[in-house]
């Protein structure tokens, strides 16, 4: 088919591939691929023992670097700042040079090409080289959010489920290169150069773009791509389960198998390539309305949607023309537009938000990161404990895609607040809590996938419950404080509780051997999961609470103002430029918003 008209074939081929990769939906494949290299935090385990044997580090030690390395991961205040005054790229750039920085100084440090740093200095590369994840989230997922601000939740699963894969896509494509007898310190190199590389080749894709069809809604076509997108990630997900458990039943997987193995996996995460021309061609083919801006007219009729009750809140008072900067931040504007930073950081929804998800978070994270632990301790075989790592990541992809896809689903459809989804999700949680508490027999199978589904599903509720509540305008730095729940919760949960509580019943035991202080028995986590399943449901508690506070403002209409500004610009590019002439001023139109709860006694002003 030629799309530049007869006799010019190429021309015609050539514009529409430059046309597909400026497109949104390439943007948001480029954006899946920087999310699937962006987990090398959740690997940890397989390169930690060369760190331990190369540096003679103790085990505490290794654990102090684990805790920076969450740290680096989740804290990402920086990049959120950044991404407020910069475009993308350069969030993207930094990111990437972080990564190779970080995880090269670690590499160079193991295999002993430079001599022995001291423990902080070893932190502060972790830290660095985890860092770069936020970056990596900031630059391409808040981006990718922004330009499909409807269907955020399904954005949010999706990216985030392939966050939640890249684990087991590294080690993959480490075992390929590599093979298996080697102790880990090679797959800290490849940690090191691939996420920077595919960071830098996506960086001129990844830009905010204006919507073509917006006031159309998500039925026009967008949610069914999305859900393609979904299964081709599903397929992903049950071909990486299918090759761990095959690997692990097979003694002897020769090493041209897993270069076939990874040849079908880079066919598979590249597949989604289909999904984005077949989208790009509808608009190749049918060009959209204009893009969704408010034309610089004077003419445009300014439509301002105030909830009574929220009125003085994001109005000031007459008299009040400059109020202080103390002021503004405890008078925060109605729900779903946008915050400041302080006045979203000092409002009573992030405060139970924020409260809820240290408890959420906090309580499966340990549950992640002592699955070893907890394994040996109940005496499952080493190789059974590998499967248990396996189910947890590939159930934390499914916790991150089911939660964006299903809670998106009932508050579109039954106008079910996202916090009630994340309640549910904590109360589920608390069953996999109680199982390993409890020391169930054959128990750690159904709570490996419980506890990694749970972990997975908060992610999205949590950060599509940021950018709805609180708005897009600073989405880049409230989306990164909220990351910062999971460092504080597993240092309070995993760090001052579980840790300490595990150790004194092993000094009680007399398991000391050498340096390592080894607990056999269901003693050794009951009375720290006792605590984490209290903990857990107080979180679902608190967040039952957000729930009723927001059940008004989920009730209206979510996404209405991103539908009214399309419409305004759509008539104005039809009409000239012109909607209307009633006399309304240029700044009155930035004034054009809705509120999400027009159901609930508002009036149009």
Known sequence: MAFGGPGSDAPGTMRFALHVMRGRWFMFFASILIMAAAGGTYIFGIYSKAIKTSLGYDQQTLNTLSFFKDVGANVGILPGLINEVTPPWVVLACGAGMNLAGYLMIYLAVTGRTSRPPVWLMCFYIAVGANSQSFANTGALVTAVKNFPEDRGVVLGLLKGFVGLSG?????????????????????????????????????????????????????????????????????????????????????????????????????????????????????????????????????????????????????????????????????????????????????????????????????????????????SLGYPQGTISTFVSLVSIWNYAGRVVAGFASEYVLARYKVPRPLALTVVLLLACVGHALIAFGVSNGLYAASVILGFCFGAQWPLLFAIISEVFGLKYY????????????????????????????????????????????????????????????????????????????????????????????????????GGEVASSGVSDSDTKETSSSSESSNGNKVV
């Not at 729940?485 to 050498?514: C, F, H």
């Not at 986590?525 to 857990?536: A, D, H």
């Open 168 to 376: 087991a896509i590294f080690t993959q494509i480490y075992r390929a290169i590599y093979g298996t007898d080697n102790d880990g310190s090679e797959l800290v190199l490849l940690m090191a150069w691939l996420p920077a590389a595919i960071s830098l080749v996506f960086i001129p894709t990844i830009r905010i773009m204006p919507r073509p069809n917006a006031g159309a809604g998500p039925a026009s076509g967008e949610r069914k791509a999305f859900f393609l997108f979904l299964y081709a990630s599903i397929l992903l997900a049950v071909y990486l389960l299918v090759i761990n458990v095959v690997e692990l039943e097979v003694t002897s997987f020769p090493k041209s198998a897993y270069y076939v193995t990874v040849v079908v996996l880079l066919l598979l995460i590249f597949f989604p390539i289909v999904i984005v021309v077949k989208q790009e061609l509808k608009t190749y083919i049918q060009p959209a309305p204009a893009p969704a801006t408010i034309p610089n007219s004077s003419s445009i009729v300014a439509i301002t949607v105030v909830d009574d009750d929220e009125k003085t809140k994001s109005q000031p008072a007459e008299d009040d023309k400059s109020p202080s900067c103390l002021q503004d931040v405890f008078r925060p504007p109605a729900r779903g537009q946008d915050y400041t930073i302080l006045q979203a950081l000092f409002s009573v929804d992030m405060l139970v938000l924020f409260v809820a998800t240290i408890c959420g978070i906090g309580g499966t994270l340990t549950a992640v990161d002592n699955m070893g632990q907890i394994g040996q």
């Open 476 to 575: 880049s730095t409230l989306y990164n404080f909220g990351a910062v729940a999971s460092p504080v919760g597993s240092y309070i949960l995993n760090v001052r509780i579980a840790g300490r509580m595990y150790d004194d019943e092993a000094r009680r035991q007399g398991g000391q051997t050498g340096g390592d202080l080894t607990c056999i028995g269901v003693r050794c986590f009951r009375e720290s999961f006792l605590i984490i399943t209290g903990v857990t449901l107080l979180g679902a508690l608190v967040s039952l609470v957000l729930a009723w506070r927001t059940r008004k403002f989920y009730g209206g209409d979510l996404y209405g103002q991103f539908r009214e500004v399309g419409m305004v610009g759509a008539a104005a590019a039809a009409g």
